[in-house]
């Protein structure tokens, strides 16, 4: 086996001393994350005998074909594959000395918001593979079980998370306060910093890559190639960006914002480039749900929003939803308002009378205002779910307009663009904008809501 690299040996350090608790590793592509844990739970198994580790992520599937087969790789380099029995069926690693490893699923199911099915386990150290993927829930009760005969063995509990660079908890937690030398210094507010350290590991940092994997991770487009190569954590720092990380931060943390007044309901149907069908539930400007459906029936669709329009109480009229393609159908049988994104914006009052606003068309303005709604920290979502954050805040990030100099009016980078930079369907951020409607629309002539205002 080849030496350590020298990042892994600073993480290493920490996973030995009798301070840190909490290691996140990484912040970008290839820098020997997974080696890393898969490493530190041999040398454990191996030195404490009859221990027992949890090797976490995501998807127990994900685990199986990647983490998993790093540890199998490395254990034949090591010339150890003897020393222990793989039980796919338990999904543990059985080590002859008594040691055991626990592959775990750290997925948030809906049906077990609080992880129950962690709560009678107990372990000596955790690692969590790509732990960007899963909740900070997750993080916090796998942390919650790291117990398990350390006394008897004398060693203080360690959890391990690698990561790419994610504007999620891994990012509050871990990156910002480290570059802004919070971590390991007793704060208040935040008692974990003072046990926590973070290790940044580029691909340049490990020897072992091919040139031909470094030259196509420099090959992306230029979000990933920042991300993932240059280990770049704030890699949007566009003039064109409207909504700033901060401000994605407090809008899924709005301790500032009240659900309060009407309630409304936000559809963005799937169709051509988008995978899902989106329904956000807002209490004033407060999104208070969130749900989705993978790309079906207009039936389907219909359906639920039937269903969530009764358990939320409501009404048709303060329902909208986009009218492209199988939307147009939601709106005929829902009977609800419909958006079209490519629409006239719509005027609005301004010293009294009606003008029309300089936007190229409904999605523009809506987004634009929208964004500025967050920025003013006067709209937010409750939101526990790590995936639904990232992918949403991956989405407001790329929230830009576009032409600043070339056009006179505003707009925004259209959507095959986002799904460019963002490598996936953007499904997240129509159901956002599509709240502004709400403010825009005429009732009885004047408009109901104004920029700011409060619902009533
Ligand atoms: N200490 C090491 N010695 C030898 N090879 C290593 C070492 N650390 C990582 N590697 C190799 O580098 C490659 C990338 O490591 P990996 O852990 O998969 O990176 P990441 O999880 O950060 O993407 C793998 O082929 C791995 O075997
Ligand atoms: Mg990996």
Not at 3 to 28: P, R
Not at 120 to 131: R, T, V
Not at 151 to 163: A, V
Not at 345 to 367: A, H, R, W
């Amino acid at each position: 086996m080849d030496k350590l690299l020298i990042k892994q040996e600073h993480a290493v350090y920490y996973l030995k001393d009798n301070e840190t608790e909490e290691i996140l590793y990484g912040g970008a592509a290839g820098g020997g994350k997974s080696a890393l844990g898969c490493l530190w739970l041999i040398e454990m198994c191996q030195t404490y005998p009859g221990s027992r580790w949890l090797m976490g992520r995501s998807k127990l599937k994900t685990l199986k074909e990647t983490t998993l087969n790093t540890f199998f790789e490395l254990a034949s380099r090591l010339k150890i594959t003897k020393q222990f029995v793989y039980n796919d069926q338990s999904h543990t690693i059985n080590w002859k000395n008594g040691s055991q490893i626990l592959l775990k699923d750290l997925f948030h199911y809906p049906s077990d918001p609080e992880y129950d099915r962690l709560g009678s386990l107990e372990i000596c150290g955790a690692f969590i593979d790509e732990c960007n993927q899963v909740s900070y829930k997750a993080w916090q009760v796998v942390g919650s079980r790291i117990r398990y005969k350390l006394n008897e063995f004398g060693i203080t509990p360690k959890q391990l998370g690698t990561c790419n660079p994610a504007k999620n908890w891994t990012y509050k937690e871990f990156f910002k306060p480290n570059r802004e030398g919070l971590l390991g210094k007793y704060d208040e507010k935040n008692p974990s910093w003072e046990k926590s350290r973070f290790i940044k590991a580029l691909p340049t940092d490990n020897p072992h890559l091919p040139q031909k994997y470094l030259d196509k991770l420099l090959r992306m487009d230029k979000n990933s190639r920042e991300r993932l190569y240059y280990g770049n954590w704030e890699y949007d720092d566009d003039p064109a960006t409207l909504i700033d990380t901060d401000s994605i931060a407090d809008y899924f943390n709005p301790i500032h914002i009240q659900g309060v007044g009407v309630k409304y309901m936000t559809i963005d149907v799937a169709r051509k480039g988008k995978d899902k069908t989106v329904f956000r539930i807002w209490h004033g400007w407060l999104c208070i749900a969130r749900e989705s459906i993978p790309k079906s029936g207009l039936d389907v669709v219909v359906a639920r929003a039937k269903i969530l329009q009764q358990k939320h109480g409501i009404s048709i009229s303060n329902t909208v939803a986009d009218e492209d393609g199988v939307g147009s159908g939601v709106v005929d049988f829902l009977k609800c308002s419909g958006f079209v994104n490519n629409s006239s914006p719509l005027e609005v009052m301004e010293g009294g009378v009606y003008i029309k606003p300089n936007f190229d068309n409904l999605k523009s303005q809506c987004s634009i205002k929208m964004a500025e709604m967050i920025t003013n920290r006067q709209a937010g979502e409750m939101c526990d779910d790590s995936e639904v954050q990232e992918a949403t805040s991956e989405e407001m990030e790329q929230v830009k307009t576009k032409d600043i100099d070339k056009d006179s009016k505003q707009g925004i980078i259209p959507k095959d663009r986002v799904k460019e930079l963002i490598g996936r369907s953007p499904d997240e951020w129509d159901s956002i904008m599509m709240r502004y409607w709400f403010a825009l629309r005429k009732v009885r002539g004047a408009t109901l809501l104004r920029v700011g205002e409060r619902s009533v």
